[in-house]
């Protein structure tokens, strides 16, 4: 059978690491190593390779980049709205016609299901949608019905998505299937750092990480008080921050410079050795950087967080970031949620609340080697099937079902 081509765009801009980048980059290796021809077109103009530069080393990757490529007229340094990418996508499958078209974000999906240029080739990944009863809509229902008909796959990141959409668009029984965030090949945990308390590591500052972007509801800003509130507890520690997309929020207009002035001074020295600003409140911030060397950083930390606001707990989504910090054997401090008790167990010792809470759980694992050991070893379990091999034979599963 002749190599399957894939086309793949997403409603993302690539400069910027986050969940939603993240995704862009691993889909499109997993589709690769899959055994696909992928291409994949870019939102935004590239002022940072750091997300795609993997791509373009990766056998079968075609990186399309309408900006530098002139491929659409009056576009300048603009970015991609969702109508031009649904028109642009179509002229490159007239050009080269593509077995399948990978999206995501709920606006460009819209206006590519409007044009019907795509009918039956699109495996969907939708996010951006209500994920509860109460904000489902008939409008919203509606919309995601239509989306489903032309839809090949709807790629869902849980179960409890998969079910959910299920059960609130006809048309996508029997089309959702489970895509869960991907980690790299080739992480692992660092060789040489004991992560078994404050005593194994000869009396160092206990030290935590936090990757992805800065936003009110995830707590980012809390999180800069932990050395505060860690010191007076007799927790000497760090907390080490790594991206560069702060959120402007409509509701809280001053978020973004609180966030920026407690961030500190950006640290561009060599990942693990940075120590904090004087009176800079033991914050490391890292600014962005390519995932491997957030995943570096992270690895050479204690502790990762993943602590959301409360209003997250009913998220249908499992952020990636969890995942990444157990590939590296780290233990993690997040919300307890449903879904965190299924991946990690309710018996999990690191789960918290709020500010309190977190504190209390970084200092219990610094104290207690039991504590961080047994929570590493869930973390890490939940990661095994997060890896970049086991992503690939998924895709080769649900591609053998297509292409029969």
Request: net charge neutral; aromatic share 4%; hydrophobic share 45%.
């Amino acid at each position: 059978m002749a190599q399957l081509s894939a086309l793949v765009y997403g409603d993302v801009d690539l400069n910027l690491i986050d969940g939603s980048a993240i995704w862009v980059q691993s889909t499109v290796q997993a589709l690769a190593r899959a055994g696909c021809a992928v291409t994949l077109v870019i939102k935004s103009p590239v002022r940072t390779d750091r997300l795609i530069a993997p791509l373009l080393a990766e056998p079968g990757v075609t990186v399309r980049r309408p900006h530098a490529e002139h491929l659409i007229s009056g576009l300048g340094q603009a970015n991609l709205g969702a109508d031009r990418a649904a028109k642009l996508l179509a002229q490159l499958d007239q050009h080269r016609r593509h077995d399948l078209v990978v999206l995501r974000g709920l606006r460009v999906v819209s206006a590519v299901v409007a044009d019907g240029a795509f009918g039956g080739r699109l495996w969907t990944y939708l996010t951006d949608i209500p994920q509860s009863i109460a904000t489902m809509t008939e409008e919203k229902a509606a919309e995601l019905n239509r989306i489903a008909a032309a839809s090949r796959y709807l790629l869902c990141q849980t179960e409890e998505l998969r079910s959910f959409l299920e059960g609130s668009a006809p048309e996508a029984c029997g089309k959702c299937v489970l895509m869960p965030p991907v980690v790299p090949a080739g992480v692992g945990p660092p060789q040489g750092r004991a992560r078994t308390g404050i005593g194994a590591t000869g009396g160092d500052p206990l030290r935590l990480v936090y990757t992805g972007k800065f936003a009110p509801r995830w707590n980012t800003y809390e999180m800069t008080q932990l050395p505060g509130l860690l010191a007076a507890r007799g927790v000497p520690a760090h907390v080490h921050m790594v991206g560069d997309k702060i959120h402007n929020d409509p509701a809280d207009p001053a978020y973004a410079r609180r966030m920026r002035a407690a961030l500190g001074p950006l640290r561009t020295g060599l990942l693990g050795t940075e120590q904090p600003a004087p009176g800079g409140g033991g914050v490391i911030w890292h600014g962005g950087c390519s995932r491997e060397e957030a995943m570096r950083l992270a690895g050479s930390c204690d502790i990762g967080l993943s602590w959301r606001d409360a209003s997250l707990d009913a998220s249908l989504e499992l952020s990636t970031k969890v995942l990444e910090f157990g590939i590296l054997g780290l233990p993690v401090i997040l919300n307890r949620t449903p879904m965190h008790e299924e991946l990690l167990g309710a018996d999990y010792p690191l789960f918290a609340h709020d500010l309190t809470e977190v504190a209390d759980a970084a200092a219990e694992a610094a104290a207690d080697p039991a504590v961080a050991q047994l929570a590493a070893a869930r973390t890490a379990a939940a990661a095994q099937s997060a890896t970049l091999e086991s992503a690939a034979g998924r895709l080769r599963g649900y591609l053998d079902r297509a292409f029969p």
